[in-house]
Nanobody, 127 residues
Framework: QVQLVESGGGSVQTGGYLRLSCIMS????????MGWFRQPPGKEREGVAG????????FYADSVKGRFTISRDNAKSTFYLQMRNLTPEDTALYYC????????????????????WGQGTQVTVSS
């Protein structure tokens, strides 16, 4: 079993920047993908960005494309989410996850494909 720990959340104003980190430890199962998801208050969890562990292929939700960047450092078992030009609509609890398989680009941000999750880190953007 893998353990995932997110960090880097916080409170910023509109237009601000945050970088989230997710450190993996434990099981060395060859995860195929890592992803970031978020759950706004009163809403369902939604995919934000995903990246394959081998080629580094990335896929983003339309709502964050051009503002968020997902990256990975396999040597450090860590992946990141850089978020810029934040808006109040980005306010949510952000989770990282790992997936044992992928099936197409969009699957990188499908929550149902992910089997391991961190506890979440809160991001709050004020206007």
């Amino acid at each position: 079993q893998v353990q995932l720990v997110e960090s880097g959340g916080g409170s910023v104003q509109t237009g601000g920047y945050l970088r989230l980190s997710c450190i993996m430890s434990g099981d060395t199962y060859p995860w195929r993908a890592m992803g970031w998801f978020r759950q706004p208050p009163g809403k369902e969890r939604e995919g934000v960005a995903g990246i394959t562990t081998d080629t580094g292929f990335t896929f983003y939700a339309d709502s964050v494309k051009g503002r968020f960047t997902i990256s990975r450092d396999n040597a450090k078992s860590t992946f990141y989410l850089q978020m810029r030009n934040l808006t109040p609509e980005d306010t949510a609890l952000y989770y990282c996850g790992t997936a044992p398989s992928v099936n197409g680009a969009r699957s990188l941000i499908e929550p149902a494909r992910y089997t391991e999750w961190g506890q979440g880190t809160q991001v709050t953007v004020s206007s």
